[in-house]
């Protein structure tokens, strides 16, 4: 259809609606979808959670789940997995199982990708997100939107912006400086809007110098609407709207909330009353409804759409299924390999002892509003024994004890909303730990321990799990829980070639044990075929090929925003209660110094560094030059930041003798700068296949936006001119070789 006659039509519908009619349309009418008008043909938006795969159906008023058989799903690797692959096909492929899935669900709009910056490496919801980096996020949600929209189906790129923690997260106001907003926070959403051209976007609960997000003209209008000239839908967090006037002036599009009084929603009835008091614009509530309208004809909703076919979809296919393995493949993370402790042999084994609850717990139905009703969860202890068959003896020893979970999906959608819960008093309660469940601990704990003693292959799988890994809280510290740093000690005591499998969505501290242990594989949440992918890994018929897409610091005070900044946020000031609707709020005093930019910047040392991963064989750099192009003409609408200026060029070689699959990084920094700048950044990454003895040439071009920083006088990105250092790199700590070019 022309872009012209859709205009028409959108006008035309738009006349013929009445004002209650389209208030309809832009609040939710039950937890999962919006209003129709049936009368002119103007159907329901319907959505789904869905960061790792469709969530469940609910009912129109009610947080019980449906409990068909027909809503299990494909479960996907969380976007973490997706990050630690560093590969955008994978990330496009993890996108288009979404898309079909959640198309063949019936669902308009998937909830997700997740690309909040990884601020604190305590936050619950980290797992959902994908890395602290925004170069990396950037390169990755891209084609993840493109493979989810192809199904006809909206991605819901989320939370727009600066909700980097769950503590008091509808009630934290964040104060920011324009650079650090501009160069670590923004970029990813800019993408998402003008590369992967994401039919939807979600505000975030938290409050934005002193306005919440969903009601924010400064987020949503100046920038978004305006400056990124983005005409998507914008849908609010479930419960992230508080003021009718507010909502209605700002670039909003749609309401959501928890609750079941639909009518009384912010942009319900209160909005009819605002307009009929001359308080609130229905011309406002036209131009919502006209976002609405323009992503139904994208979606082809209407039949007015030139009788469009809209894609079917479908889900729980073999094929998304083998796709969600490749993915799952690529993201495990060799974290160490002493003495090539791994890969183990599976012949000859005779026996095997699997330790620790994260072996058999599985994973998919928990998590907040990231839970899958799978189809199916392979466990890492089932994907050892089917595999490993009758031949190995495989024993399994608890290790740790995890107290039941006593909270209802109906109780959490509602507390994790909730104005006047006291997430303190929550988390001293979740703290609790009764006599009888230390007691538990240490009988598993000991049990354990001696049949590590006696065996000669041990893999012992730890972590968190999602009464951690979740919505609506943070984690007050990195330690594990469950006492699991003195089970890990006192298994590799008695038995020091104890595999050790670290299973969690966010950083943990591993210092206690780290450097006792020859061998620690990270593996995330990463879909349904996990047991089996970890055992192919742990047995060499996978090469891990995943590196980390964030820093891993030895605790809490070690990171920039503890460090540096005000988290988790202080009380208001008798003038701040004036003007903001917040409980705390919180300046960042980190700036751009998030993640590994404040690691390197201040030498705070780490466990494990941004872009770090092992192999099982080994790769070899060599012949590093960098090409300067010369200036093209430039059209009037290209921007000349996205010319690219330079052309890295590397030979990797494969010097083991093994297939395997290397991340090649690089790194940019300026020495003598004017401003002040970070130690180096991340500008670029490809990933190669090698076999044994190859050799390829792998070249990465950097525009001149690799070069630039934001000049808050000009406000706009600019490049310094000037000599930089070009970094080849395998992580951020294995430079390879540094090339200097100069910039003008």
């Not at 192809?150 to 964040?174: G, I, M, P, Y």
């Not at 009601?215 to 000239?229: C, F, N, P, V, Y």
């Not at 897409?549 to 900044?565: F, K, Q, R």
């Not at 390829?696 to 630039?708: E, Y």
Request: hydrophobic share 35%.
């Amino acid at each position: 259809m022309q872009i012209q006659e859709m205009n028409r039509q959108i006008e035309e519908l738009i006349g013929n609606l009445t004002l209650e009619e389209k208030v309809a349309m832009i609040h939710g009418d039950a937890l999962f979808y919006s209003g129709e008008v049936k009368r002119l043909g103007i159907p329901a938006v319907h959505m789904s959670d869905g960061p790792m795969g469709v969530r469940q159906e609910f009912p129109k008023a009610n947080w019980i789940p449906v409990g068909n058989s027909d809503d299990y799903v494909t479960y996907c690797p969380s976007n973490s997995a997706i990050a630690a692959t560093w590969n955008r096909k994978i990330a496009y492929e993890s996108g288009r199982v979404m898309g079909e899935e959640a198309r063949g669900r019936g669902k308009d709009i998937i909830l997700g990708p997740g690309i909040n910056i990884k601020r604190i490496p305590a936050n619950g919801r980290n797992f959902e997100y994908m890395s602290e980096d925004p170069y990396l996020i950037s390169e990755l949600v891209v084609p993840l939107i493109e493979g989810i929209q192809e199904s006809d189906v909206a991605a819901c790129v989320k939370h727009f912006a600066l909700n980097n923690q769950e503590t008091e997260r509808l009630w934290v106001n964040v104060e920011i400086d324009e650079r650090a907003l501009r160069e670590i926070y923004l970029p990813g959403f800019e993408a998402a809007v003008k590369k992967g051209h994401s039919y939807s976007l979600m505000g975030a609960y938290n409050l934005f110098r002193g306005v919440h997000c969903c009601e924010s003209e400064a987020l949503l209008g100046d920038i978004l609407r305006k400056e990124w000239g983005y005409d998507g839908m914008i849908v609010s967090d479930w419960g992230a709207v508080h003021n009718t006037e507010a909502a209605a002036k700002s670039p909003l599009d749609l309401e959501m909330s928890v609750t079941y009084d639909f009518d009384q929603y912010i942009l319900a009835d209160p909005l009819i009353e605002a307009v009929k008091e001359g308080k609130a614009s229905e011309k406002d509530i036209d131009e919502k409804v006209r976002h609405l309208l323009l992503m139904m004809f994208r979606l082809k909703m209407l039949d007015a759409a030139e009788n469009l076919t809209r894609k079917s979809g479908c889900y729980n296919t073999a094929e998304h299924r083998d796709t969600v393995r490749k993915a799952a493949e690529e993201s495990f993370v060799l974290l160490k390999n002493e003495e090539h402790r791994l890969p183990l042999k599976a012949e000859g084994m005779k026996e095997l002892l699997v330790i620790g609850d994260n072996a058999e717990r599985l994973h998919a139905l928990g998590g907040g509003s990231a839970e899958i009703k799978a189809l199916y969860e392979i466990s890492p202890l089932m994907g050892l024994k089917s595999q490993l068959g009758g031949n190995t003896k495989v024993t399994y020893a608890r290790g740790y004890y995890v107290s039941p979970k006593e909270e209802s999906e109906e109780s959490w959608q509602e507390k994790s909303t909730d104005e006047n819960l006291d997430q303190d008093a929550v988390l001293a309660e979740r703290k609790k730990v009764s006599e009888e469940v230390l007691q538990k601990r240490e009988e598993l704990r000991k049990e354990a321990v001696a049949l590590a003693r006696e065996a000669k292959e041990v893999i012992l799988v730890a972590g968190l799990n999602h009464d951690y890994d979740v919505e609506g809280f943070d984690r007050d510290n990195m330690e594990l829980p469950y006492d699991q740093d003195q089970l890990i000690e006192e298994v590799l005591a008695v038995n020091p070639n104890t595999v050790i499998v670290m299973m969690a969505g966010n950083a943990v501290s591993m210092g206690k044990w780290k450097d006792k242990a020859k061998a620690i594989v990270w593996q995330w949440y990463c879909g349904m075929e996990a047991g089996n992918v970890l055992t192919d890994v742990l047995f060499g018929r996978v090469n891990p090929s995943g590196k980390l897409p964030e820093s891993m610091p030895y605790c809490m005070e070690d990171c920039g925003a503890v460090a540096l900044g005000e988290y988790p946020g202080r009380p208001l000031t008798e003038e701040e209660k004036k003007h903001m609707n917040a409980h705390t709020t919180m300046t960042y005093n980190d700036g751009i110094y998030v993640g590994y930019r404040y690691y390197e910047k201040y030498n705070v040392p780490v466990q494990f560094c941004f872009g770090h991963g092992l192999s099982y064989t080994t790769f070899d750099y060599s012949d590093v030059k960098a090409y300067m192009l010369a200036a093209k003409g430039r059209s009037e609408k290209s921007d000349p930041l996205d010319e690219v200026a330079v052309i890295t060029e590397v030979t990797v070689t494969n010097t083991g003798d093994r297939t395997g699959k290397e991340i090649v990084q690089v790194y940019v920094g300026m020495k003598d700068s004017k401003i002040d700048r970070a130690v180096k950044e991340l500008r670029g990454f490809d990933k190669v296949e090698l076999a044994p003895g190859e050799s390829k040439v792998v070249q990465i071009p950097l525009t001149r936006r690799a070069f630039t920083y934001y000049d808050v006088k000009e406000k706009a990105f600019v490049v310094e001119p000037g000599e930089y250092q070009i970094y080849i790199a395998k992580s951020l700590q294995d430079v390879q070789d540094t090339v200097t070019v100069t910039i003008k």
